[in-house]
């Protein structure tokens, strides 16, 4: 059985390697990178409201799932006013198929729920849909996003 463990700031060079594994969208720069590393570093395990779950293996991670939690105002899809969003699970590809997946988006569900979320939301490739809905998470439509282009915000 595949036990994870929480992502401390030494990982945050394999939690980038992974992550860059699955980014979609946007030119992956020197400048993204090093301020997406610098960000777990210095958040990971002293920012509350960020988690992570790796698989550590000789010499790196196998897997990791990284989310947030995040406050609003309290309704019916947030009663606790608060509520999660998984933002990275990822793999190596020399260690799929093994369960790394599950256990660290397992671990990380628990924890989101433990901080208090009422929901969790992720969005999920059709590779991952699957371990997903088995996890219990269910399509929800009707979600749109809006974004800046590649010049940032058009007013």
Do not use: N
């Amino acid at each position: 059985m595949t036990t994870a463990r929480p992502a401390v700031p030494a990982d945050a060079d394999e939690l980038l390697r992974l992550r860059v594994a699955v980014r979609d969208g946007g030119p992956l720069t020197e400048h993204w990178q090093g301020v997406f590393r610098d960000d777990m570093r210095a958040r990971l395990g002293s920012d509350p409201d960020l988690l992570g779950y790796v698989v550590p293996v000789d010499g790196g991670l196998a897997a990791c799932a990284i989310g947030m939690v995040h406050r609003g105002y309290r309704g019916p899809a947030h009663p606790t006013g608060r509520w999660g969003r998984i933002h990275t699970v990822a793999t190596d590809p020399a260690h799929q198929r093994r369960g790394h997946g599950r256990a660290v988006t397992s671990a990380l569900v628990e924890a989101l729920k433990d901080a208090g979320c009422g929901s969790v939301e992720l969005r999920a490739t059709e590779a991952g849909a699957g371990l997903y809905r088995a996890l219990g998470f269910e399509p929800v439509g009707g979600f749109m996003a809006l974004r800046p282009g590649p010049g940032g915000w058009v007013r």
